[in-house]
């Protein structure tokens, strides 16, 4: 615990602090690389609690569908589900809260998936021919042991019911043996060429398919690809039949009783073989071809990529297969065919069949198998079938599988809500979902899972591109929807064959969700789309039949920017991009330009909204001679003021939605004043229009155009302007006619009037290790030259951040009042003053007053965000409304009078500066004093790149700023003296969609989508680290294997031997030997005591030995505790067999023995 005091800061008389010492930014009346600080009255102290022992960064939780799924696996006795993806990724499932997601090293795609059993462990086959053993004993999995194949691609895995022994096919058609146990490779082969006929000349192609008999576990089936399929004897190590067909094999299943096998193939047929006739099979059937008669050849139709055939003792067998539909059949969608004696049931998907399962009552594969339930795994989906049902009803869900029903666009995190909210939010959701559902539990319930201790109300909200918007409870490391809301309800529906409409500006997705701002308390909801419009929601309880208030809002650039040679001297030749996209301006004629028109129109009738959240004001940009309103960057909404304020590149809005009137609709260069610190001029109307040929404006020409387009990629991709990642550049130094510039800006390539929306979740752009930026450098001083140099790059400046508070609008003001602070992409922020009426009746009727303040502060990069601390460190939150319900009524047909909450200040009379501004930019941090303005504290936060998301959060009950930059590094500051807490390079910034969905929220917590339909919640607080084991669900669970099924003595007798079969005696060394070193490489696991022999020294490798050798001595001992049971009832048999024979030998003489 450290103590700052100011004085000494400003005297000199201590050295500056660790955050300080960093900054290399001029404070106005600082001096470079040290931090101004301004003269307090009487010496302030903060005392700061927040230590780097504070703060540790690790994954928490992923929810979602795994992306581009590959491999399913099911665990029959302890019910969990195991899924692998193409880019290594496995997530094992169980009962709701059992969600645990693993990651190969390698990256390399998951082939197949294999659980032995009961047993909590995983084996893992990748594309890099390496196979791994999870332990799942444990809440976070590790890989105990692995296996690397150097000369043959694994093609199938396959584990016999409690057996230690694994078996490996591969591309060249052998088959290998592995000991699960040990991960040592067998000396046992089954080579290709003595599986089939030494007649055969053509290899039989790679293994597809490994089983073993549900008769003799010493007889194991191996499926070829080219159709051929061999019985191998696995104790005299030589083939019992073989079966031959001409068509490829893609899977093969037994029948229980072992007597007979099915084979799917690639014409779309089904054959059925029996053992006792081995040269044909004796059915052949086509399920989807249509019947042709005369002996005709069947129709073509498509492979039957998997079939599994399941008997039932009360019903006829299920015969379940995908694929195999008819060629002649077009825009069919992916199937699963269930038959079900004479009847075939297709269940038709929305998204291609990557696997599918049949859940069995029994894990033993030489009994009736009583399927109830098939598991399917589509690219984009996850579902389960019910067969015990005649109509195949689908299990709810309980995982969140549909994050990505649309593509996320944008996220936001609250953590620590009203703890109302949550049951409010679910119980107007809940009569929205659908029905028709299974009426039986989910049964995928493995695992145990308990609600930890230290837990509180979060919510997680996502905006997508259809324009709809989902709130999740995400409260204990859960996730699970509440409420969804679609915000296109508010707009007019497009007619079919009415054409685009008239000021459409995207091609698709013309609703996708840009911003959220969210007000926990009163319940308020804001958002902006990508049609530059914003639409205000309230929350009620109670339906509403009202028409919805729409505004139009006019924002116009109207800065006359200058050309200098120094300006393009170093700006290299650019070519052209490409032309606009479809529906811009260049289909309308000049007679035609387009005028304060908006993109989208409102619906103007009374609108039924039902309970939840209702619309009830639209603000929309509208078109400014000919062009298009540009997206919106930055948004606000203050329940207590009655204010919503937006900001996009050519200013700034401010909207009463409680008396529906527009405020401010400004310019960013006319909110300076005076106090402009580039001494930009404003264009003259009249000179824009009658310029003569041969002179041109630097807005209008391809220049500033595409200089725009090539600047900051924070401010262009991150904050919301219409800039194309891949946008070529163009000419540069050419003076174009004022008509030419016009044309240009119309219908021109220079200007696409929107970027086709595109979603956060497809987006991807390659971003530069470094982000400079010359125009504003070296100084921030007010000079002509300064102003030239740094204007002529930034042709617009864009408002980045706005923030309500109750502040000091002018410099040394004694109250406090209402204000806007505004951040621009210059690294300007300014400061609005609003003043509001004071009765809740005046606040009704009269006007509220804006004006900006004339206040001015400077920061390098475009700024990022805003907060407010008091004088003892702690957060001020901005003030606000009590949630009231617009539509319910008093007794006295009333409506509820509004109780705002404000927060002032900690502060004595005495004292000359009652609280700090913290504002952060993409390059810096700063914190000024109220109301002197002083700059107490400045930290570059980084030089080489850039700052993406920045928020003042709350961690171990202080304050703190969170900072994710461009080049993957996440970063803490301690509040207010800047002191770097925490600086780890975690995430790289791979595409747009992190950067578009990072998010931090209190209680050291963040989130962003890491695939297109996954989000990953990470946490940097030490404290929540150490709980994390707590909260996390257990993935395996003691339970017993049941028991095998009374076979009778006659199926004891006749029905094969395979309970006598020893594989450790035909696998193990001493039979079979030691397998070629050079085949396959044994590589120790992390998770292994070999592993962690290796891991580095140290108080942490000391206690995570300490941790594996507690696990492997709890598995040793309840092996031992089972060996002694088995031992005692060894015993007692013996005992009881003596015992027999004594009582038969007794009354016997010698000689009749």
């Known amino acids: 615990m450290k103590k700052f005091n100011f004085r000494k800061v400003l005297d000199g008389l201590t050295a500056s602090s660790p955050g300080s010492a960093s900054g290399t930014s001029t404070c106005p009346g600082g001096t470079t690389g040290v931090p101004a600080v301004g003269v307090a009255p009487k010496e302030t102290e903060v005392q700061e609690t927040l230590a780097s022992e504070n703060f540790q960064i690790c994954k928490t939780v992923r929810h979602g569908f795994p992306y581009q799924p590959t491999a399913l696996a099911f665990d029959p006795v302890q019910k969990i589900v195991a899924i692998g993806t193409r880019t290594g990724g496995v997530r094992i499932l169980g009962r709701p809260g059992v969600d645990c997601y693993c990651q190969h090293d390698s990256e390399a795609a998951v082939l197949q998936l294999q659980f032995p059993i009961n047993e909590g462990a995983l084996v893992t086959a990748c594309a890099d021919d390496t196979l791994h053993l999870w332990n799942l004993r444990q809440k976070r999995p590790a890989i105990l042991h692995s296996l690397k194949f150097n000369r043959e691609r694994i093609t199938f895995c396959h584990i016999p019911f409690q057996s230690k022994w694994l078996y490996v096919g591969t591309e060249r058609g052998n088959t290998h043996v592995v000991n699960i146990e040990s991960f040592i490779l067998s000396g046992y082969i089954i080579m290709w060429n003595k599986a089939i006929e030494l007649a055969t000349k053509t290899h039989p192609g790679p293994v597809v398919h490994l089983s073993d008999s549900p008769r003799d576990e010493g007889k194991m089936l191996i499926g070829f690809e080219s159709g051929t399929v061999v019985l191998w004897d696995l104790r005299a190590k030589k083939p019992d039949f073989r079966f031959y067909y001409d068509e490829a094999i893609h899977s093969v299943s037994w029948h229980h009783e072992g007597k007979q096998f099915m084979c799917s193939h690639s014409d779309g047929s089904l054959t059925m073989w029996n053992l006792k006739n081995t040269a044909k099979p004796f059915q052949i059937t086509f399920p989807h071809a249509k019947s042709q008669r005369d002996g005709k050849k069947p129709d073509p139709c498509k ?132 029905q028709g559902y299974s009426n039986k539990e989910w049964p995928v319930s493995g695992g145990t899972w308990t609600l930890g201790a230290q837990t509180y109300p979060e919510i997680i909200i996502t905006g997508h591109a259809d324009g709809s918007i989902k709130f999740w409870d995400g409260s204990a490391i859960t996730l699970e929807m509440l409420y969804k809301l679609k915000t296109s309800k508010v707009f007019e529906k497009q007619k079919v064959g009415e054409g685009k409409q008239v000021a459409e500006i995207v091609e698709e997705d013309p609703y996708a969700i840009q911003m959220i701002s969210w007000c926990p308390e009163s319940r308020i909801l804001c958002v902006t789309g990508i049609s530059a419009h914003v639409i205000l929601y309230r929350f009620s309880k109670h339906e509403a039949t009202t028409e919805i208030v729409s505004l139009e809002v006019r924002l116009q650039n109207d800065v006359e920017d200058i050309i200098t040679p120094e300006a393009t001297e170093n700006i290299s030749p650019y070519t052209e991009p490409s032309q606009p996209i479809t529906g811009s301006p260049s289909n309308v004629s000049p007679e035609g330009i387009k005028d304060s028109i908006p993109c989208l129109k409102v619906k103007s009738r009374p609108v039924r909204m039902p309970q939840g959240y209702q619309a009830e004001l639209v603000i929309q940009l509208v078109w400014v001679d000919g062009e298009p309103p540009q997206q919106i960057a930055s948004l606000a909404v203050n329940s207590a003021y009655g204010l919503v304020a937006f900001g996009n590149s050519n200013g700034l809005a401010v909207v009463d939605f409680i008396q529906k009137t527009v405020l401010l609709s400004m310019g960013t260069i006319d909110l300076y004043g005076s106090s402009d610190p580039y001494l930009r001029q404003l264009r003259s109307p009249r000179r824009s229009k009658q310029l003569p040929a041969g002179l041109s404006e630097l807005s209008d020409s391809p220049v500033s155009l595409e200089l725009e387009r090539c600047k900051s990629p924070t401010s262009d991709n991150v904050n919301g302007h219409c800039t194309s990642p891949t946008s070529q550049p163009c000419s540069t130094g050419k003076r174009v006619s004022a008509t030419e510039g016009a044309k240009l800006n119309r219908w021109g390539p220079s200007r696409p009037p929107f970027r086709k929306a595109q979603s956060a979740a497809c987006m991807e752009i390659s971003l530069p290790a470094s982000h400079t930026e010359e125009s504003r450098d070296n100084s921030f001083s007010r000079s002509r030259s300064s102003s030239v140099s740094s204007i002529d790059k930034e042709s617009k400046e864009t408002i980045t951040a706005l923030y309500f508070m109750d502040s000091y609008g002018r410099k040394n003001d004694g109250t406090l009042s209402p204000c806007l602070w505004v951040g621009t992409s210059l690294g300007v922020v300014l400061v609005i003053s609003l003043n509001l009426p004071s009765g809740e009746e005046q606040r009704q009727s009269e006007p509220v007053m804006v004006a900006p303040s004339g206040t001015v502060l400077m920061l390098k990069g ?290 009749q023995l």
């Not at 049931?345 to 198998?369: A, G, K, R, S």
């Not at 501004?917 to 080489?944: D, G, M, R």
Request: with cysteine; proline share 7%; hydrophobic share 35%.
């Open 303 to 434: 492979p039957i990529l998997k079939v599994e055939y399941k008997t039932s003792r009360s019903s006829e067998p299920f015969i379940i297969f995908s694929g195999g539909l008819s060629y002649d059949k077009a825009g069919r969608r992916p199937s699963l065919t269930i038959m079900h004696g004479k009847s075939i049931t297709v269940l038709e998907m929305d998204h291609p069949i990557v696997e599918f399962l049949t859940l069995c009552e029994t894990p033993y594969p030489n009994e009736f198998q009583e399927p109830y339930a098939v598991v399917v795994l589509l690219e984009k989906d996850f579902i389960v079938v019910d067969l015990t049902q005649s109509h195949f009803p689908i299990f709810e869900n309980p995982y969140p599988m549909d994050i990505h029903e649309s593509p996320v666009t944008c996220t936001a995190y609250f953590a620590d809500c009203p703890p109302e909210l949550i049951p409010a939010l679910y119980s107007v959701g809940a009569k929205h979902k659908k």
């Open 862 to 1151: 475009a700024v990022l965000t805003f907060s407010s601390v008091d004088c003892a460190g702690g957060l001020i939150h901005p003030p606000y409304e009590v949630w009231r319900d617009p539509n319910s009524m008093d007794d006295n047909e009333k409506p509820r009078k509004r109780k705002l909450v404000t927060f002032s200040p900690s502060s004595s009379q005495d004292m000359g500066d009652y609280h700090f501004a913290v504002i952060c930019s993409e390059k810096q941090a700063k914190v000024y004093s109220l109301p002197s303005q002083n700059c107490l504290y400045a930290h570059s936060i980084t030089e080489s790149s850039f700052v993406l998301r920045a928020d003042v959060v709350t961690v171990c009950n202080s304050v703190c700023l969170a900072c994710f930059c461009a080049n993957g590094h996440i970063m803490t500051l301690s509040l207010p003296s800047l002191r770097p807490m925490l600086d780890v390079n975690y995430l790289p910034l791979t595409d747009m969609r992190i950067a578009r969905t990072f998010c931090f929220t209190n209680g050291g917590q963040a989130l962003f989508l890491s695939s297109p339909t996954e989000v990953q919640r990470i946490t940097f607080s030490q404290e929540m680290c150490e709980n994390l084991q707590d909260m996390l669900g257990e993935l395996f669970t003691p339970v017993e294997t049941p028991e095998a099924q009374n076979r009778g003595f006659l199926k004891g007798l006749f029905g094969g031997s395979g309970q006598t079969f020893d594989r450790e005696e035909l696998f193990g060394e001493a039979a079979a030997g030691k397998a070629s070193r050079s085949l396959a490489q044994h590589i120790p696991g992390p998770g292994s005591m070999e592993g962690m022999k290796a891991a580095a020294g140290g108080v942490v490798g000391d206690l995570a030995r300490a941790r594996i050798a507690l696990d492997e001595r709890g598995q040793r001992l309840g092996e031992l505790e089972d060996r002694t049971a088995a031992m005692m009832g060894s015993a007692e048999s013996f005992s009881k067999h003596a015992h027999e024979l004594m009582l038969k030998c007794k009354d016997k003489k010698w000689y």
